[in-house]
């Protein structure tokens, strides 16, 4: 079954968009204010009693202090003592309030109770009866609530308070809201009307959001959110603004605006914990827990459901917790724990039913049956889809139905695509863009099955384009965001490029690959790529077909939407309901037929060709050196499930290969390799020896036959974490980079067709030999690497191939970094790199100082991608002479079971339960990359210090002084070939503890070279 199935909406909370806002006590206490001289026989101290009412005033961006509930309830025991009804009365409003403040609704309900019979001015009555009503339809007594709003709406009407009129038609909408959207309408309509005669700006706020809640079922509620987000600003109506801003991002993230979703979520959580508002919190941190795991972000979607259940747990609010809990088990079920997930979803099933929360029923007999269908237990699986489709009718959702479709059709692949194209139809009716394309992922997995891979590929592009809209959307956000939505979908661009190159449809393969990376890269160095927004290539078979489909749909759903219109008529006209379900039934009949011809077509050998014949892209600049030069050939490998896949795109054109390899097995090897690389161990030569002939071998013999030179390597998963160069061959006994240049290339890489003018040409280099931090040892070859690669007249000993300026420790600051880098051909900086894995706020640079301290400065990743000012734009090279430079920024998840539950830990190796996929975010290299260096010279592991200064000294001694005769990756291989051949070797002996040889790949094979080897 495919990787993504329907693990939708688990953690929304039921009916979020009616968040009552609080009716503010000083207009319901300030007519009932009095002050009562002491002549007038009034008890002493109570003045001061009184006077409460003046200082403790509800505000809406502020929590009510515990200290301020004691002082109104000692103040109500003392009106109630001495019979003193108006205070009383007034006493008991204000705690209601204030309790309503604080989201403890059923705590307020009673104090409201209370004050109702003791109101005998006939405002203030109905002002407690709305109130009243606001709290028993927060706690779901919705008749009682109803029954409230109505009296309080004919004694409003009575005493011509248009304000409190259109409070408790509000009121009374959204008591009625629950059973039906369409009678709560009139309702808020009237009530807005009444609102603005009144100017009551905050009653005009709620009510827009009760009506953006109505027009979220039929239309789009944008502008009249935002219009109500206006208005609670102009009144500084914090409360009100939570209510609107959570409202948006749960409509923002459905229409697939995921950044502005993430946004507004973040705001209302500030709000509410400056509110005080615990119970809202709570709420949206659920919400925002949903919104991570939607995107594959499974760490920091349990964290926040287990800040939500504590909060839950401490109010006692049982129902609440059982959703939180619920969400949580989609979480185990997404990190292969379905057991697990099965059994909380049993531990919280009673709680659902008891409250006759159907939909929240719907969605869990959803969740249910994929979790069964996990176990492989599909006659269980069956009966909870089929318990989903009898409820679905009643919960007045739309789009639940489609999900219990997609369910179903993965279940029963036998008949699955009536299932898959009615959940289609809803997902567009709906805009709901991720089912969509999750729903076409399925459809390419089931016809690639079913043997008919090009109807299979036409599904599956549309799936990425789907995505492809999806990741555009969430441009501005967090790398860790971006790439989780990235690795949740990359199993369906993987699955498309393997399709696809089996067929031999190579240049197709090759852009879904590149548009893989591009958004890899993209989020990594924050930019937005315009191929993010375009489709992808059709044939010229494919592309009047993907239009007909489109407008096949489209009748479809408005035909669907025209029905729906026609059935809810006032007054009913069955006459016209039946002509619409004659005419949707007509195009169901046409759809049909027009997919049985779809399917014809594609599969068929006559017509137009099946084939891309060419795509625009990043991959152009590449193919045309490659056109140029007949020695130069690209290889794009592709980590498959069960082979390992390679396109060669050479000056004659395309040709794939492929080896029997687990994607599980080769990751193994890939580790085995680096492990013993990195850490200097036994077991190389053999090691080395088993990826060539995965890796290299399936081309070797045509590479010989082209009589190549040179191999630019885009390389995916693991393989991207191993130097190519230091495989080698069986036969020979050679490592590549003795037959071979080797070098790496990214879809992000600048200006690879620039071959580097360098007459005149200055380099910057900086670096830092002292011991700044006690964690990490002084460098102290690295004064004299500097000066064997720099010649700079200010520093003496520099006897360096280039002119330039070296800032060596406490001159290599930030500051000058920013002022020294720009507009130099080459930038070469040697100090420590210290990587912490998906955290790049901790991985860092280590600089002598930020700016005028020399003490030593950590340079994150995070502030060098913010640096705006830091640019390299045009630099030749950017040689990163340190640790770790280029090893991947992988950002791995573990899941343990801890005292409180299940919570996320730091994994050790290999035990990682949220693959990455080979969609991992890289090192600082990448980051230069993308602030423009044309190539860069980054390391893969913890280099050692002497070799690395001669391997340098070397390289650009090679480099430079041959005068443009030799490119970067020629002179890198010879600088390798001296120390593997030990025509360079360790020139002190007089430590033991020194190495007697460079040959050894420890020394020569972590530095890689990205981008232009020219």
Same mark, same amino acid.
């Given at each position: 079954?495919?990787?993504?199935?329907?693990?939708?909406?688990?953690?929304?909370?039921?009916?979020?968009?009616?968040?009552?806002?609080?009716?503010?006590?000083?207009?319901?206490?300030?007519?009932?204010?009095?002050?009562?001289?002491?002549?007038?026989?009034?008890?002493?101290?109570?003045?001061?009693?009184?006077?409460?009412?003046?200082?403790?005033?509800?505000?809406?961006?502020?929590?009510?202090?515990?200290?301020?509930?004691?002082?109104?309830?000692?103040?109500?025991?003392?009106?109630?003592?001495?019979?003193?009804?108006?205070?009383?009365?007034?006493?008991?409003?204000?705690?209601?309030?204030?309790?309503?403040?604080?989201?403890?609704?059923?705590?307020?309900?009673?104090?409201?109770?209370?004050?109702?019979?003791?109101?005998?001015?006939?405002?203030?009555?109905?002002?407690?009866?709305?109130?009243?009503?606001?709290?028993?339809?927060?706690?779901?007594?919705?008749?009682?609530?109803?029954?409230?709003?109505?009296?309080?709406?004919?004694?409003?009407?009575?005493?011509?308070?248009?304000?409190?009129?259109?409070?408790?038609?509000?009121?009374?909408?959204?008591?009625?809201?629950?059973?039906?959207?369409?009678?709560?309408?009139?309702?808020?309509?009237?009530?807005?009307?009444?609102?603005?005669?009144?100017?009551?700006?905050?009653?005009?706020?709620?009510?827009?959001?009760?009506?953006?809640?109505?027009?979220?079922?039929?239309?789009?509620?944008?502008?009249?959110?935002?219009?109500?987000?206006?208005?609670?600003?102009?009144?500084?109506?914090?409360?009100?603004?939570?209510?609107?801003?959570?409202?948006?991002?749960?409509?923002?993230?459905?229409?697939?605006?995921?950044?502005?979703?993430?946004?507004?979520?973040?705001?209302?959580?500030?709000?509410?914990?400056?509110?005080?508002?615990?119970?809202?919190?709570?709420?949206?941190?659920?919400?925002?827990?949903?919104?991570?795991?939607?995107?594959?972000?499974?760490?920091?979607?349990?964290?926040?459901?287990?800040?939500?259940?504590?909060?839950?747990?401490?109010?006692?609010?049982?129902?609440?917790?059982?959703?939180?809990?619920?969400?949580?088990?989609?979480?185990?079920?997404?990190?292969?724990?379905?057991?697990?997930?099965?059994?909380?979803?049993?531990?919280?099933?009673?709680?659902?039913?008891?409250?006759?929360?159907?939909?929240?029923?719907?969605?869990?007999?959803?969740?249910?049956?994929?979790?069964?269908?996990?176990?492989?237990?599909?006659?269980?699986?069956?009966?909870?889809?089929?318990?989903?489709?009898?409820?679905?009718?009643?919960?007045?959702?739309?789009?639940?139905?489609?999900?219990?479709?997609?369910?179903?059709? *993965?279940?029963?692949?036998?008949?699955?695509?009536?299932?898959?194209?009615?959940?289609?139809?809803?997902?567009?009716?709906?805009?709901?863009?991720?089912?969509?394309?999750?729903?076409?992922?399925?459809?390419?997995?089931?016809?690639?099955?079913?043997?008919?891979?090009?109807?299979?590929?036409?599904?599956?592009?549309?799936?990425?384009?789907?995505?492809?809209?999806?990741?555009?959307?969430?441009?501005?956000?967090?790398?860790?965001?971006?790439?989780?939505?990235?690795?949740?979908?990359?199993?369906?661009?993987?699955?498309?490029?393997?399709?696809?190159?089996?067929?031999?449809?190579?240049?197709?393969?090759?852009?879904?690959?590149?548009?893989?990376?591009?958004?890899?890269?993209?989020?990594?160095?924050?930019?937005?790529?315009?191929?993010?927004?375009?489709?992808?290539?059709?044939?010229?078979?494919?592309?009047?077909?993907?239009?007909?489909?489109?407008?096949?749909?489209?009748?479809?759903?408005?035909?669907?939407?025209?029905?729906?219109?026609?059935?809810?008529?006032?007054?009913?006209?069955?006459?016209?309901?039946?002509?619409?379900?004659?005419?949707?039934?007509?195009?169901?009949?046409?759809?049909?037929?027009?997919?049985?011809?779809?399917?014809?077509?594609?599969?068929?050998?006559?017509?137009?060709?099946?084939?891309?014949?060419?795509?625009?892209?990043?991959?152009?600049?590449?193919?045309?050196?490659?056109?140029?030069?007949?020695?130069?050939?690209?290889?794009?490998?592709?980590?498959?499930?069960?082979?390992?896949?390679?396109?060669?795109?050479?000056?004659?054109?395309?040709?794939?290969?492929?080896?029997?390899?687990?994607?599980?097995?080769?990751?193994?090897?890939?580790?085995?390799?680096?492990?013993?690389?990195?850490?200097?161990? *036994?077991?190389?030569?053999?090691?080395?020896?088993?990826?060539?002939?995965?890796?290299?071998?399936?081309?070797?013999?045509?590479?010989?036959?082209?009589?190549?030179?040179?191999?630019?390597?885009?390389?995916?998963?693991?393989?991207?974490?191993?130097?190519?160069?230091?495989?080698?061959?069986?036969?020979?006994?050679?490592?590549?980079?003795?037959?071979?240049?080797?070098?790496?290339?990214?879809?992000?890489?600048?200006?690879?067709?620039?071959?580097?003018?360098?007459?005149?040409?200055?380099?910057?280099?900086?670096?830092?030999?002292?011991?700044?931090?006690?964690?990490?040892?002084?460098?102290?070859?690295?004064?004299?690497?500097?000066?064997?690669?720099?010649?700079?007249?200010?520093?003496?000993?520099?006897?360096?191939?280039?002119?330039?300026?070296?800032?060596?420790?406490?001159?290599?600051?930030?500051?000058?970094?920013?002022?020294?880098?720009?507009?130099?051909?080459?930038?070469?900086?040697?100090?420590?790199?210290?990587?912490?894995?998906?955290?790049?706020?901790?991985?860092?640079?280590?600089?002598?100082?930020?700016?005028?301290?020399?003490?030593?400065?950590?340079?994150?990743?995070?502030?060098?991608?913010?640096?705006?000012?830091?640019?390299?734009?045009?630099?030749?090279?950017?040689?990163?002479?340190?640790?770790?430079?280029?090893?991947?920024?992988?950002?791995?998840?573990?899941?343990?079971?801890?005292?409180?539950?299940?919570?996320?830990?730091?994994?050790?190796?290999?035990?990682?339960?949220?693959?990455?996929?080979?969609?991992?975010?890289?090192?600082?290299?990448?980051?230069?990359?993308?602030?423009?260096?044309?190539?860069?010279?980054?390391?893969?592991?913890?280099?050692?210090?002497?070799?690395?200064?001669?391997?340098?000294?070397?390289?650009?001694?090679?480099?430079?002084?041959?005068?443009?005769?030799?490119?970067?990756?020629?002179?890198?291989?010879?600088?390798?070939?001296?120390?593997?051949?030990?025509?360079?070797?360790?020139?002190?002996?007089?430590?033991?503890?020194?190495?007697?040889?460079?040959?050894?790949?420890?020394?020569?094979?972590?530095?890689?070279?990205?981008?232009?080897?020219?």
């Amino acid at each position: 079954m495919p990787a993504a199935r329907p693990e939708h909406a688990i953690a929304r909370i039921t009916e979020s968009w009616l968040r009552t806002s609080l009716m503010i006590a000083c207009s319901c206490l300030g007519p009932l204010m009095h002050p009562q001289a002491a002549s007038q026989g009034q008890p002493s101290g109570a003045s001061n009693q009184s006077s409460l009412f003046t200082r403790i005033v509800p505000n809406d961006c502020h929590a009510p202090s515990d200290s301020a509930l004691a002082e109104v309830k000692s103040a109500l025991a003392r009106f109630q003592h001495i019979h003193d009804r108006e205070d009383e009365v007034r006493a008991l409003i204000l705690l209601g309030t204030l309790y309503e403040q604080l989201g403890e609704y059923q705590q307020a309900l009673p104090y409201l109770q209370s004050a109702l019979p003791l109101a005998s001015d006939g405002r203030i009555k109905a002002q407690v009866l709305t109130m009243t009503a606001d709290a028993q339809t927060q706690v779901g007594k919705f008749d009682a609530a109803l029954r409230n709003a109505t009296e309080a709406l004919s004694i409003s009407n009575q005493v011509g308070d248009l304000a409190e009129e259109a409070s408790a038609m509000r009121a009374e909408g959204e008591a009625v809201y629950p059973s039906s959207h369409e009678k709560a309408l009139p309702n808020f309509q009237d009530a807005l009307a009444l609102s603005q005669k009144a100017n009551d700006l905050k009653a005009q706020a709620m009510i827009l959001n009760d009506e953006g809640a109505v027009l979220q079922q039929s239309g789009s509620p944008f502008e009249i959110l935002r219009e109500a987000l206006s208005v609670e600003d102009r009144i500084s109506d914090c409360r009100d603004e939570i209510g609107t801003l959570t409202n948006l991002a749960t409509l923002e993230f459905d229409r697939g605006q995921i950044r502005n979703g993430f946004g507004d979520f973040d705001k209302a959580v500030a709000l509410e914990r400056q509110v005080g508002d615990r119970t809202t919190e709570a709420e949206t941190l659920h919400q925002l827990g949903y919104l991570h795991s939607e995107i594959g972000d499974l760490g920091e979607a349990l964290s926040l459901f287990n800040q939500a259940l504590k909060i839950k747990k401490e109010a006692g609010d049982a129902d609440s917790e059982a959703e939180t809990l619920a969400a949580i088990a989609g979480v185990y079920r997404e990190v292969h724990w379905p057991s697990v997930a099965l059994r909380t979803y049993l531990q919280v099933m009673p709680t659902i039913r008891r409250k006759n929360d159907v939909p929240w029923q719907v969605l869990i007999l959803n969740n249910m049956g994929a979790v069964e269908a996990d176990l492989h237990r599909y006659a269980e699986a069956r009966i909870y889809y089929n318990q989903a489709m009898r409820l679905a009718p009643s919960t007045r959702d739309p789009t639940t139905p489609a999900f219990t479709l997609w369910g179903i059709g *993965e279940l029963e692949q036998a008949d699955a695509l009536p299932s898959y194209f009615r959940s289609i139809r809803l997902a567009r009716e709906y805009e709901q863009g991720d089912l969509e394309g999750e729903v076409y992922a399925s459809l390419m997995d089931h016809f690639r099955a079913h043997h008919r891979p090009n109807v299979a590929i036409f599904f599956g592009k549309r799936a990425v384009d789907r995505f492809q809209a999806l990741r555009a959307s969430m441009g501005g956000m967090s790398n860790d965001l971006t790439s989780s939505f990235l690795e949740r979908k990359s199993a369906t661009y993987r699955t498309l490029a393997e399709i696809l190159i089996d067929e031999g449809r190579l240049i197709e393969a090759q852009q879904v690959l590149d548009l893989l990376k591009i958004q890899q890269y993209s989020d990594y160095v924050g930019q937005q790529p315009s191929e993010l927004g375009e489709a992808l290539a059709r044939s010229p078979r494919e592309a009047p077909l993907d239009a007909q489909f489109d407008e096949q749909l489209k009748r479809l759903v408005d035909l669907d939407a025209a029905l729906q219109l026609a059935e809810n008529a006032k007054p009913k006209q069955p006459s016209a309901a039946l002509q619409k379900r004659a005419a949707l039934r007509a195009a169901e009949v046409g759809f049909n037929a027009f997919l049985e011809d779809l399917y014809r077509q594609l599969e068929g050998q006559d017509g137009p060709a099946a084939a891309v014949e060419s795509v625009t892209g990043a991959e152009l600049p590449l193919e045309r050196l490659i056109a140029a030069d007949p020695h130069a050939v690209a290889l794009y490998t592709l980590e498959g499930v069960d082979h390992y896949r390679v396109i060669a795109i050479t000056h004659a054109g395309r040709f794939s290969r492929s080896y029997p390899i687990t994607q599980e097995n080769l990751d193994k090897e890939c580790q085995q390799f680096l492990d013993i690389l990195s850490n200097h161990q *036994e077991g190389a030569i053999p090691a080395a020896q088993d990826l060539y002939r995965v890796v290299f071998g399936p081309v070797e013999k045509d590479l010989e036959a082209m009589d190549a030179r040179v191999l630019v390597w885009d390389l995916d998963g693991s393989l991207r974490y191993i130097p190519a160069g230091a495989l080698m061959n069986p036969q020979s006994h050679h490592y590549l980079i003795e037959d071979y240049s080797v070098v790496n290339f990214t879809p992000i890489n600048h200006s690879l067709e620039d071959v580097p003018q360098l007459n005149g040409a200055e380099a910057v280099g900086m670096g830092t030999s002292r011991k700044y931090d006690q964690n990490l040892e002084a460098l102290t070859n690295v004064e004299t690497e500097l000066d064997s690669i720099i010649s700079d007249p200010a520093t003496p000993h520099s006897h360096g191939v280039l002119p330039g300026i070296i800032l060596l420790n406490g001159q290599f600051t930030e500051k000058a970094m920013e002022e020294k880098v720009r507009a130099q051909a080459v930038v070469h900086i040697a100090s420590h790199f210290v990587l912490k894995p998906g955290n790049d706020d901790l991985s860092f640079l280590l600089l002598g100082g930020k700016d005028e301290d020399r003490s030593g400065y950590h340079f994150s990743m995070a502030d060098f991608e913010n640096d705006r000012t830091l640019n390299v734009e045009g630099t030749k090279l950017f040689t990163l002479s340190a640790c770790q430079t280029g090893a991947a920024n992988e950002r791995q998840v573990c899941f343990v079971a801890g005292k409180s539950g299940v919570e996320t830990a730091e994994c050790r190796a290999g035990e990682a339960n949220q693959r990455e996929d080979g969609v991992v975010m890289e090192g600082m290299s990448e980051a230069v990359l993308g602030k423009g260096a044309e190539a860069v010279l980054s390391s893969l592991w913890k280099v050692d210090d002497l070799s690395t200064g001669a391997l340098m000294a070397d390289f650009y001694r090679r480099w430079i002084g041959s005068a443009g005769k030799l490119t970067k990756s020629e002179a890198l291989r010879e600088a390798e070939l001296d120390l593997i051949h030990e025509r360079v070797k360790p020139g002190d002996f007089s430590n033991p503890n020194a190495p007697t040889s460079f040959a050894d790949p420890y020394f020569w094979a972590p530095f890689v070279l990205t981008g232009n080897w020219q």
